[in-house]
């Protein structure tokens, strides 16, 4: 490929100036690749009877152990009755573990058994081995490219939250 073109055959400068029907093509692109993304965890959670709601959840206690319903609530974007429907299925199924703050005791801090942890690790591994082989196929360029659009689709407040997702590991 040659220097300043993407792999598409067009030059880095002209994607600054996408018609409608090539950011029509991207919106597409995307839901397709979500279809994917999720079809592997959609088997897996299938056939414990979860949704993706329990994924997400299971993800992000996963990566902030200990993490409080409400800032589970403000990273997820669901209702607080949602969130308590699906937190109370993974506690009775022994998944998570819920404890009240030391300091606040109006709060529930959140970790994953392991049994859950187990169960993370199967979910995850499922999509990682997707991506691993996209962003293989890909190029080191376009990865870091994409990454850069993600972030630049995410709503300040979300970018914020990522971002410190990102640090606290």
């Known amino acids: 490929m040659a220097e300043g073109q993407t792999p598409g055959g067009g030059s880095g ?12 093509q991207g ?9 994917g993304f999720t079809a592997d965890p959609d088997r897996i959670l299938e056939g414990l009877s979860y949704g993706r709601a329990h994924h997400r959840a299971i993800h992000f206690i996963h990566c902030a152990p200990g ?7 403000a990273i997820l ?27 606040d005791k109006r709060e529930r801090h959140l970790t ?3 049994a859950g942890e187990a169960l993370e690790q199967q979910l995850s591994d499922a999509q990682r081995a997707r991506m691993r082989d996209a962003y293989r196929k890909a190029g080191p360029e376009a990865v870091a490219g994409f990454k850069t659009v993600l972030e630049a689709m995410m709503d300040d407040d979300m970018r914020r939250a990522y971002l410190a997702l990102r640090e606290g590991r």
Not at 13 to 24: G, V
Not at 67 to 73: D, E, I, K, Q, R
């Open 13 to 24: 400068q002209a994607l600054l100036y996408l018609t409608d029907e090539q950011l029509r």
């Open 112 to 114: 994953l058994t392991e």
């Open 27 to 35: 919106i597409e692109a995307m839901f397709f690749a979500y279809r």
């Open 67 to 73: 993490t409080t319903v409400n800032n589970l609530l």
């Open 77 to 103: 974007g669901v209702t607080k009755q949602s969130l308590n429907r699906v937190l109370r299925t993974l506690i009775e199924d022994g998944l998570v573990t819920s404890h009240v703050g030391r300091s």
